[in-house]
């Protein structure tokens, strides 16, 4: 990926004690970061604020985080905006939250353009709102040609989902002749999944301190390397992710082998 070096450095000014652009390997970047946004609602209630003024202040995160990584040249971001599990929430959130994400989606789409993002949707679109669903398939076919970083946002995911999807769709292809049981391998069940043509994520990020997958990415998570913070979703910012990548660059990754 291509990476400018002047913008690079202006947008990393001023860092703070324990980070900086230089505690990072630039040449050995992970290529898929993925991330798990958690923490909104705390944020807001300890402020005394509505849960739906966390996830307002969630999305400047994630604009933050996706250009500090446009800026660093990391080839695929993922993030995760809303589960299949997601719609027991109260029906008032589940709303302020689809309405939010056509809003950001419009709002940012001269951001995708101008820094040559493509967008990809993770997730089942199907069951979304109307006017969510077509600004989400606007912002998909304004992008398709961008050829700078991709970003994956998993909207309506959950993984088991995803994944009996295209136990289901290799059935069918056996069942209908255009395929043999022979040639359902990883690759084969990898090419049905929403993440097709994308590489496994190198890098996981989860904030607030939870330590578990939510259904979220489990077949493409198997090598990743996991990285948790303790700070809320809202208050992640640049330094955040450069401290996230120094950290995979500490491990020693050995994909079930020896060194
Ligand atoms: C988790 O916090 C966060 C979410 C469910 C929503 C995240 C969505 C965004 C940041 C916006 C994404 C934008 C687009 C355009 C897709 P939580 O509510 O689970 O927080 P809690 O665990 O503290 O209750």
């Known amino acids: 990926m291509q990476r400018d070096e002047e913008k690079l450095g202006r947008y990393f000014v001023n860092p703070p004690d324990d980070i900086?652009?230089?505690?990072?390997?630039?040449?050995?970047?992970?290529?898929?970061?993925?991330l798990i946004m958690d923490g909104n609602g705390r944020w807001a209630t300890s402020r005394g604020l509505d849960r739906s003024e966390g996830?307002?202040?969630?999305?400047?995160a994630l604009r933050e985080?996706?250009?500090?990584?446009?800026?660093?040249?990391?080839?695929?971001?993922?993030a995760y905006?809303?589960?299949?599990?997601?719609?027991?929430?109260?029906?008032?959130?589940?709303?302020?939250?689809?309405h939010l994400f056509a809003t950001t989606l419009v709002r940012e789409l001269p951001l995708f353009e101008r820094e040559n993002?493509?967008?990809?949707?993770?997730?089942?679109?199907?069951a979304l709102p109307r006017q969510t669903k077509e600004v989400f398939e606007e912002g998909l076919n304004e992008t398709a040609a961008h050829t700078g970083m991709t970003l994956g946002l998993a909207v309506n995911y959950g993984s088991r989902a995803e994944m009996v999807r295209a136990a289901r769709t290799l059935a069918a292809k056996v069942s209908d002749?255009?395929?043999?049981?022979?040639?359902?391998?990883?690759?084969?069940?990898?090419d049905e999944l929403y993440t097709t043509g994308l590489p496994d994520p190198e890098l996981l990020i989860r904030t607030s301190g939870e330590m578990r997958l939510s259904n979220y990415?489990?077949?493409?998570?198997?090598?990743?390397?996991?990285?948790?913070?303790?700070?809320?979703?809202?208050?992640?910012?640049?330094?955040?992710?450069?401290?996230?990548i120094s950290s995979f660059q500490s491990r020693d990754r050995r994909f079930g082998g020896v060194k």
């Open 117 to 126: 993002v493509r967008l990809v949707f993770l997730g089942d679109l199907e």
């Open 217 to 244: 990415l489990l077949w493409q998570l198997a090598y990743t390397e996991f990285y948790v913070t303790d700070t809320y979703w809202p208050d992640f910012g640049r330094w955040d992710l450069l401290r996230a």
């Open 55 to 60: 996830h307002v202040a969630g999305v400047k």
């Open 177 to 190: 002749g255009t395929m043999s049981i022979d040639d359902i391998d990883a690759d084969a069940f990898s």
């Open 81 to 98: 905006a809303f589960s299949t599990e997601n719609w027991r929430r109260p029906q008032h959130e589940v709303d302020l939250l689809m």
């Open 20 to 34: 900086s652009l230089a505690s990072v390997d630039l040449d050995h970047l992970p290529r898929h970061i993925s």
């Open 65 to 78: 985080t996706i250009t500090a990584s446009v800026r660093l040249g990391i080839d695929v971001l993922t």
